[in-house]
T-cell receptor, first 112, second 112 residues
């Protein structure tokens, strides 16, 4: 079984709709991250959380919110989706004091 | 701020050719440097890393040397295979902090 899972894997939604992307991990890591990947821009950090009570904005947090429901779960919400939020979204985890990040398989989101 | 520069590609090589993907960085202090690889349809996974100047990271026939004098961390492989076709991301992490800055990713296509 995968250590970092993301649901859904693919989603098409309409402008203005609220959508939630979910991430779960079985690695026991405290630190979790949300990134988006766009062609020509690489990966950009949206939000990160170093533990359940710690939430931090990344470089492109506008239009997004997150919830850390438990050590193992970190959700990303788009309150009112817009077409330029069409992208591939990745969740990642890391262990405190260690530098390697472990990525989920990604969610491809299309906003029409 | 911190930044990583790499070409987007695609880089197209014949099987058994020599590979170089250039990566240069801008950062204060002494960051750790990474190469992540993303195979089609998957999330990123760590390929190799180096944590101090002159360190050489290596894995699966790939290697990269941390060159502080030229602020570079170029990825090399002596003989590529079709299975190496993927997107390669150079990344840096400032010392003592887990936020990672990624380059835009370089797509490698290896043809038989």
């Amino acid at each position: 079984d995968a250590d970092v899972t993301q649901t859904p894997r693919n989603r098409i939604t309409k402008t203005g709709k609220r959508i939630m992307l979910e991430c779960s991990q079985t690695k026991g890591h405290d630190r979790m991250y949300w990134y988006r990947q766009d062609p020509g821009l690489g990966l950009r950090l949206i939000y990160y959380s170093f533990d359940v009570k710690d939430i931090n904005k990344g470089e492109i947090s506008d239009g997004y919110s997150v919830s850390r429901q438990a050590q193992a779960k970190f959700s990303l919400s788009l309150e009112s989706a817009i077409p330029n939020q069409t992208a591939l979204y990745f969740c990642a985890t890391s262990e405190a004091g260690r530098d390697e990040q472990y990525f989920g398989p990604g969610t491809r989101l299309t906003v029409t | 701020g911190d930044s990583v520069t790499q070409m987007e590609g695609p880089v197209t090589l014949s099987e058994e050719a020599f590979l170089t993907i250039n990566c240069t960085y801008t950062a204060t202090g002494y960051p750790s440097l990474f190469w992540y690889v993303q195979y089609p349809g998957e999330g990123l996974q760590l390929l190799l890393k180096a944590t101090k100047a002159d360190d050489k990271g290596s894995n699966k026939g790939f290697e990269a040397t941390y060159r502080k004098e030229t602020t570079s961390f170029h990825l090399e492989k002596g003989s590529v295979q079709v299975s190496d076709s993927a997107v390669y991301f150079c990344a840096l992490q400032p010392g003592g902090y887990q936020k990672v800055t990624f380059g835009i990713g370089t797509k490698l296509q290896v043809i038989p």
